[in-house]
């Protein structure tokens, strides 16, 4: 426990990780943070076994402050295979990293991601770390760098049911091509519900 001094009060944080009874209040900051942006269920993906199955209770950190989630970081298990040389990684992919408006720029976020790093390192569970941001310098700081990699998503289609699916194939070049607002579009109405392990 941590206690923090903000003008003339005196707040009490607790920095821990997130507990199954718990995880509804993650999901709920996820929506104030960021908004309803996604339809509903998205953020619940993140606990659900059918969208990560290699999920442990843990791997969701939080900052508590006086009682009150205020800030998440997530750790996503991803299994990552070189096209290079056909080797798997275990990758932890951090995702969540959310803080409550009023609790922002107060070190809660990066405190959390230093545990996480830490956490990460301890278990040697992970070959690499990566995540995608808009704000690369809060990171960096955390030693992460900025890279551009190429990458490529394979999709095995074997336990896709085609009949339970009321979808229109187009080529992704027409798409592309002709209107990519259209694929922003999916993206944003229809996210993708399962993680790729």
Same mark, same amino acid.
């Given at each position: 426990? #941590?206690?923090?001094?903000?003008?003339?009060?005196?707040?009490?944080?607790?920095?821990?990780?997130? $507990? =199954?009874?718990?995880? $509804? $209040?993650?999901?709920?900051?996820?929506?104030?943070?960021?908004?309803?942006?996604?339809?509903?269920?998205?953020?619940?993906? /993140?606990?659900?076994?059918?969208? @990560?199955?290699?999920?442990?209770?843990?791997?969701?950190?939080?900052? %508590? *402050?006086?009682?009150?989630?205020?800030?998440?970081?997530?750790?996503?298990? +991803?299994?990552?295979?070189?096209?290079?040389?056909?080797?798997?990684?275990? /990758?932890?992919?951090?995702?969540?990293?959310?803080?409550?408006?009023?609790?922002?720029?107060?070190?809660?976020?990066?405190?959390? +991601?230093? #545990?996480?790093?830490?956490? #990460?390192?301890?278990?040697?569970?992970?070959?690499? @770390?990566?995540?995608?941001?808009?704000?690369?310098?809060?990171?960096?700081?955390?030693? %992460?760098? $900025?890279?551009?990699?190429?990458? =490529?998503?394979?999709?095995? %289609?074997?336990?896709?049911?085609?009949?339970?699916?009321?979808?229109? %194939?187009? @080529?992704?070049?027409?798409?592309?091509?002709?209107?990519?607002?259209?694929?922003?579009?999916?993206?944003?109405?229809?996210? *993708?519900?399962?993680?790729?392990?």
């Amino acid at each position: 426990m #941590m206690t923090s001094a903000v003008g003339n009060d005196t707040l009490s944080i607790v920095y821990r990780p997130i $507990q =199954h009874h718990e995880q $509804q $209040q993650v999901i709920d900051l996820h929506y104030a943070v960021f908004g309803a942006r996604f339809k509903s269920g998205y953020y619940d993906r /993140c606990f659900m076994p059918t969208a @990560s199955p290699q999920y442990k209770e843990g791997d969701t950190l939080g900052a %508590w *402050c006086d009682g009150k989630l205020v800030s998440t970081v997530h750790i996503r298990r +991803l299994i990552i295979r070189s096209g290079d040389d056909n080797v798997e990684y275990r /990758c932890g992919n951090i995702v969540g990293v959310a803080t409550l408006e009023e609790y922002r720029k107060q070190g809660y976020s990066r405190e959390l +991601l230093r #545990m996480t790093i830490d956490k #990460m390192k301890e278990r040697n569970e992970f070959d690499i @770390s990566f995540l995608r941001t808009q704000i690369p310098k809060h990171y960096s700081i955390l030693e %992460w760098e $900025q890279i551009s990699i190429p990458s =490529h998503i394979i999709v095995e %289609w074997k336990n896709f049911n085609f009949e339970s699916s009321n979808v229109e %194939w187009r @080529s992704t070049v027409d798409v592309v091509s002709t209107d990519g607002q259209f694929l922003l579009k999916i993206h944003s109405n229809k996210a *993708c519900a399962y993680q790729f392990d």
